[in-house]
Structures are given as structure tokens and as C-alpha cells.
């Protein structure tokens, strides 16, 4: 079996960037944010803390993946039935971790709320915040684990709030 943690990563990235924009016609608020914006003060602030909490949320997730992987490989001594065992159970791979889940949710709804308080040409789209900032940070090693998530780990309400 092929292991998927192998893939093309940028194939997980383009979806995750493109996927908030069909929540728009639900009324999500999902800005438009040009190649190379720098957003407000708030928002450069507040990623600096976001690229610690990545950096330290995706060691506890790859962390947690190889011993698990290493566990059920002592315990099976199958490699490829353990990749298909353990991708079967966590599709999402090491970003199921709850860790990484909760610093992605923390983010998001922080650089929302920073939305709401600036002015439009200053609102960076969380998923670019999230994702496209990191990347041009050079941190592609904890947005190839992000890249697992299948969707983000985010919901509207009624009122086309981030929850």
C-alpha cells in the first residue's frame, strides 16, 4: 500500500484555500485577500503567536502519529496493513490530533474576530491567514501536516458566524 502521507501536499493545500469560498452563498464571511496583503497590526501580531502554536501543535501531532505507528507496528508487523489500519482510523493522518485541531480553530476564529474590527482592505481570509502566510513564511513543514484535514475544522451558525 502507498503510504499517503507521501502525496502531493500542495493538492491538500489548494483544497483547503479554495473550500471556505463556496460557504459565501450561506453567508459565511470569507474575504477576498489580494496575493501579498499584509493585513493590520492586530493580524501580523497575532500570526506570530500562530506560527509558535503551529510549530509546537505539529510536533505534538507527528509525535503522537510515529508512536502510534510504531505501536501498531509492533503489535502487527505488517507495514502496509498498519498504514491502511491506522489511515482507515484517522483519515485525516496526523492532523487528527486534537492539538493541531484546537490551534487551527483557536486561529481561525481569532483572525475573524480581527476581521470585524479593521478595515475591508485590511481583512486577511482565516484560510490565507491559516494556511498561504505560513507557506510564504517558509513553515511548509507544519502546513504539510495541515494539509491532511480533508475540510477545516469550522462551522457557521444561523447567522453566518464562524463557530
Known sequence: MNDPALRDWHVGYQRLLDSPHDLRICGARVP????????SAAHRLLFEQYLNALTAAS??????WDRMMAHQLK??????RVLRDVWRMFPAGPA?????ISTVRKFWLAC??????????????PEVFLLGWPVRAG????IRILTYMPYWPMGLDPDGNWI
Open 32 to 39: 477576498e485577500t489580494p496575493e501579498g496583503a499584509l493585513g
Open 59 to 64: 510536533e505534538v501531532a507527528m509525535k503522537w
Open 75 to 80: 503489535r502487527i508487523n505488517n507495514r502496509d
Open 96 to 100: 487528527s490530533e486534537p492539538v493541531l
Open 112 to 125: 475573524d474576530a480581527i476581521n470585524l474590527e479593521c478595515t475591508p482592505d485590511e481583512r486577511i481570509s
Open 139 to 142: 513553515k511548509q513543514q507544519s
